[in-house]
């Protein structure tokens, strides 16, 4: 383990070099992380192992007398200088170690650790993110997949393929914000902030063969006045289910489980005539007032109701834009309407959210007022 050559040149030069080695091993073992003060004794300053004591005997006792006085002296300054290395090391420690029990003295560690931190605050889940992930997610158990879509739209999404036509009073129940410079265009291919997330529907049956199942989530845009109950910018969640054999029972038993897989199991549902371009016939649901349980409140206006989604069977005319449009993209207009039929239906995420968490202005959930959404924490 000790590694001491034999000494052949007893030139001073040569000496010189091989006291200077010593030295400087003894230097790195002093400074290194492995030091202990014991340790270092026995290997250099040992008795009888001690590497000055075989220097000592492989240098000094077996030179010949002519170079013996220059390796004494050698000898002697070697060991010196490695009693003052530990000395000064030693002393080091025990002033660090003092140190470390000394308030101000520089060894003290200027990070103090006994403060309280700085809490990292977590975020969450805006109450309409998780509400609209909730229903997606109902839906998702009864097999469907999700779908999204742009929120800068074409008319053609928008309105021309669900069966809206230019200059239909339909268009006037969906206030619509416009992108400007587009009146240049034809007016299918003007864009605008999408009314509904119904025209994923399209974009979803261009894309994918029947039978489809999918619900879309997403976020909408109206001209509307901001108040307690509306705001130009909103969610809903839409549904479309297409295949062969499909019926209105299929859209009541669907509807009727997602409510009460997402309200509770006590929830009635009931069935209302309505309109809707792209459907036919169309539908309002409403449920039973999950406040008052249907006996009659505020909240449900004493009806014991209240109005939550549209829906209805796919209108045969939306198909036909579709298979028309598939064919301008060269693709099978698969959509036949003697073999497939289907539903749809879009809610309101943001009321839904309203009703759940018990808001009673809209504009709270785009406020970013951090005392409002710290309660969702
Ligand atoms: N798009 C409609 C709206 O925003 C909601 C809707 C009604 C969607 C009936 C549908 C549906 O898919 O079948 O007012």
Same mark, same amino acid.
């Given at each position: 383990?000790?590694?001491?050559?034999?000494l052949?040149?007893f !030139?001073e030069?040569?000496?010189?070099?091989?006291?200077?080695?010593?030295q400087? =091993?003894?230097?790195?073992?002093?400074?290194?992380?492995?030091?202990?003060?014991?340790?270092?004794?026995?290997?250099?300053?040992?008795?009888k192992q001690?590497?000055?004591?075989?220097?000592?005997?492989?240098w000094?006792?077996?030179?010949?007398p002519?170079?013996?006085?220059?390796?004494?002296?050698?000898?002697?300054?070697?060991?010196?200088?490695i009693?003052?290395?530990?000395?000064?090391?030693? !002393?080091?420690?025990?002033?660090f170690?003092?140190?470390?029990?000394?308030?101000?003295?520089?060894?003290?560690?200027?990070?103090?650790i006994?403060?309280?931190?700085?809490?990292q605050?977590?975020g969450?889940?805006?109450?309409?993110?998780?509400?609209?992930?909730?229903i997606?997610?109902v839906?998702?158990?009864?097999g469907?997949?999700?779908?999204l879509?742009?929120e800068?739209?074409?008319?053609?999404?928008?309105?021309e393929?669900?069966n809206f036509?230019p200059n239909?009073?339909?268009?006037?129940?969906?206030?619509?914000?416009?992108?400007?410079?587009?009146?240049?265009k034809?007016?299918?291919?003007?864009?605008?902030?999408?009314?509904?997330?119904?025209?994923?529907?399209?974009?979803?049956?261009?894309?994918?063969?029947?039978?489809?199942?999918?619900?879309?989530?997403?976020?909408?845009h109206?001209?509307?006045?901001?108040d307690?109950?509306?705001?130009?910018?909103?969610?809903?969640?839409?549904?479309?289910?297409?295949?062969?054999d499909i019926t209105?029972?299929?859209?009541k038993?669907?509807l009727?489980?997602?409510?009460?897989?997402?309200?509770g199991?006590?929830?009635?549902?009931?069935f209302?005539?309505?309109?809707?371009?792209?459907?036919?016939?169309?539908?309002?649901v409403q449920?039973?007032?999950?406040?008052?349980?249907?006996?009659?409140?505020?909240?449900?206006?004493?009806?014991?109701?209240?109005?939550?989604?549209?829906?209805?069977?796919?209108?045969?005319?939306?198909f036909?834009?579709?298979?028309?449009?598939?064919? =301008?993209?060269?693709?099978?207009p698969?959509?036949?309407?003697?073999r497939?039929?289907?539903?749809?239906?879009?809610?309101?995420?943001?009321?839904i959210?309203?009703?759940?968490?018990?808001?009673?202005?809209?504009?709270?959930?785009?406020?970013?007022?951090?005392?409002?959404?710290?309660?969702?924490?």
């Amino acid at each position: 383990m000790l590694n001491i050559p034999q000494l052949t040149d007893f !030139s001073e030069a040569s000496l010189d070099a091989a006291f200077a080695q010593v030295q400087a =091993e003894a230097k790195i073992a002093v400074a290194g992380e492995a030091f202990n003060i014991e340790g270092f004794r026995l290997e250099w300053l040992g008795r009888k192992q001690g590497r000055l004591k075989i220097i000592s005997d492989t240098w000094l006792k077996t030179a010949p007398p002519e170079a013996k006085k220059l390796i004494g002296q050698r000898f002697n300054a070697l060991k010196e200088a490695i009693e003052s290395e530990l000395a000064g090391r030693e !002393s080091f420690l025990k002033e660090f170690k003092q140190g470390l029990e000394t308030p101000g003295s520089p060894f003290v560690p200027q990070l103090d650790i006994t403060l309280p931190g700085t809490a990292q605050r977590l975020g969450v889940e805006h109450p309409l993110v998780r509400t609209m992930a909730e229903i997606v997610s109902v839906f998702q158990r009864m097999g469907y997949s999700v779908g999204l879509g742009p929120e800068v739209e074409t008319d053609f999404y928008n309105f021309e393929a669900l069966n809206f036509p230019p200059n239909h009073p339909a268009r006037d129940t969906q206030d619509t914000l416009v992108v400007a410079d587009q009146d240049s265009k034809p007016l299918r291919e003007r864009l605008l902030m999408r009314t509904h997330t119904s025209p994923v529907q399209i974009r979803s049956m261009l894309e994918h063969d029947p039978p489809l199942r999918l619900v879309i989530p997403g976020k909408v845009h109206r001209n509307d006045a901001a108040d307690a109950t509306h705001s130009p910018v909103f969610h809903q969640v839409e549904g479309l289910c297409v295949g062969p054999d499909i019926t209105f029972s299929d859209l009541k038993g669907t509807l009727d489980h997602a409510m009460k897989a997402f309200f509770g199991s006590a929830v009635k549902t009931r069935f209302f005539p309505s309109f809707f371009p792209f459907t036919e016939p169309s539908a309002d649901v409403q449920i039973s007032c999950i406040f008052c349980g249907g006996k009659g409140c505020r909240k449900c206006k004493h009806s014991g109701w209240i109005e939550l989604l549209g829906c209805g069977m796919v209108d045969p005319a939306v198909f036909e834009s579709v298979n028309q449009r598939r064919i =301008e993209l060269g693709r099978d207009p698969v959509y036949d309407t003697r073999r497939i039929a289907g539903f749809a239906f879009g809610m309101g995420v943001d009321r839904i959210a309203m009703m759940k968490y018990g808001i009673s202005d809209i504009g709270l959930l785009y406020s970013g007022d951090m005392r409002f959404l710290e309660q969702f924490a």
